[in-house]
């Protein structure tokens, strides 16, 4: 959601005739988009502006903005900071090149959250929200070729432990004549591959006319567009609603990918509930057993939580269990932190000790990787197809092979990271690769001829 909106952003801005620039040095304004899941992403900020402050002192103009749900979450409270100039919260960015212009040409500080984020969205706010994202929308030059797409704003899961819903406000779903024209102009600049992003994007429901639109109908209705290859969405919440439909059109239509990232966040039916995760660990595995007997050769992803209030050993015990049965490609893991005003930051109190949730969460980590190099050989000798991403980011991987070709990084469908050597001006291609080396998170390979 953050990397589109700062996608978003960059291009409103490019079309107000700013220009952008690689260093902080060369900015007469500097915009961060900050997270506020977890109290790490914040403090990250809040270093970012204390080396802000340090530059202002010799560059007294310099305009710092502060956008994202830390501003929506601290609002005011982030302007009394010397660093800070601009405040603006998600939903408010439609009003971002207009709040700089006037910072700039008044000299004063500029404010714009929403008041009662929970309250229901106006009309006229969706529409400008509706109007922005379909005008800036574009690939990302970073990963040519690809783009996001957001189906839906906001959560009304309340997770007792997430601060999204007090941040991005309500389940807003957009209409899917939207999502579609989108695609279709995406499609229409060479884009191959489409993310439906939502918080809980299995929840999208769109009522028009007599029928009720479900991102089932999304898959099939992008499916159609020339040009588009593959089709992801992310991420899903656990639940019967919506599911089979899903799963069928992963498994009907090809350019769909075999890919499931859904969450679990524990293996603890006491956990779950204290949680607000609607289902337990029994039916979790019910339906990722359900997705993959619909769905032959799915790829599963999962994101958990360890150290959540009152998680004994016992639970955490059941969240191994858990994750072996489950038999993730691969899964983000979390030690739990307090949000501010959350029901698990007001009600329980933060009761597992840092070095527990640290043991924990290199344990489960161990416990994963084990299963990611399991499910990662088989790979090994077979030809995959990759979406080409561009140049290895990693220097020590970054090795010229014998005729001098550079390393780059692709993924497959099912989001598997794929290192070969090959032309840097294949990003943005297709190409198949003979699988010759793995390891738990990346495969190595070589370009069939
Ligand atoms: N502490 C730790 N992890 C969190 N997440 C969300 N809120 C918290 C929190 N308070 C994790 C969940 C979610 C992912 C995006 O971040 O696992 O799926
Ligand atoms: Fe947060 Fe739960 Fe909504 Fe995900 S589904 S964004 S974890 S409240």
Redesign the pocket.
């Known amino acids: 959601m953050n990397k589109l909106d700062a996608t978003l952003v960059a291009e409103a801005l490019k079309r107000a005739e700013y220009n952008l620039t690689d260093s902080i040095k060369d900015a007469d304004v500097v915009l961060i988009n900050t997270c506020s ?2 109290q790490h992403a914040e403090e990250k900020v809040l270093s970012h502006l204390g080396h802000l402050k340090h530059l202002k002192e010799n560059k007294p103009a310099l305009v710092v903005g502060v956008i994202g749900c830390m501003a929506q979450r601290l609002g005011a409270e982030l302007l009394k900071s010397k660093a800070v100039d601009i405040v603006c919260g998600p939903t408010q960015i439609p009003q971002l090149t207009e709040l700089i212009n006037k910072t700039l040409q008044q000299k004063e500080k500029s404010i714009a959250v929403t008041g009662q984020i929970r309250r229901k969205v106006s009309d006229k706010q969706t529409q400008a929200l509706e109007d922005f994202e379909s005008a800036y929308d574009t690939d990302d030059k970073q990963l040519p070729h690809q783009a996001f797409v957001r189906v839906m704003h906001g959560c009304n899961k309340f ?1 007792t ?4 819903p007090y941040v991005r406000g309500p389940e807003v779903s957009r209409p899917p004549k939207a999502i579609i024209e989108q695609v279709k102009k995406l499609a229409g600049q060479g884009v191959k591959l489409i993310t439906l992003l939502g918080q809980a994007v299995n929840s999208y429901s769109y009522a028009a006319g007599e029928k009720t639109y479900c991102l089932a109908d999304l898959l099939y209705m992008a499916a159609e567009i020339d040009g588009i290859k593959w089709i992801r969405f992310v ?1 899903s919440y656990p639940s019967e609603k919506f599911f089979d439909p899903i799963c069928r059109a992963m498994a009907d239509v090809p350019k769909v990918c075999k890919y499931l990232h859904i ?1 679990a ?1 524990s293996g603890s039916d006491k956990i779950l509930k204290a949680m607000n995760r609607k289902y337990t660990a029994a039916q979790y595995l019910n339906l990722l057993d359900r997705a993959k007997s619909i769905v032959p050769g799915l790829a599963v992803a999962g ?3 360890v150290g959540f209030p009152g998680e004994s050993e016992d639970d955490f015990k059941a969240t191994v269990e858990l994750t072996k049965k489950a038999r993730y490609k691969n899964c ?1 893991i ?6 501010p005003d ?1 029901i ?1 930051e007001k009600k329980l109190p933060d009761d597992v000790p840092i070095e527990v949730k640290r043991s924990r969460n290199i344990e489960l980590l161990a416990v994963q990787e084990k299963i990611s190099e399991e499910l990662s050989s088989q790979f090994l000798n077979k030809q995959v197809r990759v979406l080409v991403e561009g140049l290895s980011k990693k220097p020590h991987l970054n090795a010229e092979d014998k005729v001098g070709l550079p390393q780059l990084i692709g993924r497959t469908a099912e989001d598997w990271i794929v290192v070969f050597n090959g032309a840097p001006d294949l990003a943005g291609c297709f190409a198949d690769i003979k699988i010759t080396k793995t390891s738990p998170l990346t495969l190595f390979g070589e370009m069939s001829a």
């Open positions: 899941v977890r997770c432990y997430c601060i999204v991420t969450p966040q994101d958990f939580i983000f979390f030690k739990y932190s307090p949000r959350t698990a």
